[in-house]
């Protein structure tokens, strides 16, 4: 009988990147963090002017684990029902 898709991958040599390439890659991860690090003040910037307009407690974005982008609308205290991205848009 044949391996499936994973027996498949796991069963291949993966390469090590050798101290020199990993230097280079550290320093291309250190932009990125910035680079989520200021998206990230933006999301809670926005979110304060949303709980000033709409005067909703702790209202914020919620996002999922699987993939990037915020899901929908709730807040913390759950004061109000989930509103889901097919609802906003």
């Known amino acids: 009988m044949g391996l499936n898709a994973y ?3 796991t069963k291949k040599k993966m390469k090590t990147v050798d101290a020199k390439t990993l230097i280079k890659l550290k320093k291309w991860w250190s932009i990125l963090r910035l680079i989520e690090d200021g998206f990230w003040e933006e999301i809670h910037e926005t979110e304060q002017k949303m709980i000033e307009d709409t005067g909703i407690k702790d209202i914020e974005f919620f996002f999922g684990d699987e993939d990037f982008g915020a899901k929908g609308i709730g807040n913390a ?4 029902a989930l ?3 097919q609802d906003l848009e």
């Open 7 to 9: 027996e498949e991958f």
């Open 77 to 80: 205290s759950r004061t109000i």
């Open 83 to 85: 509103i889901h991205r």
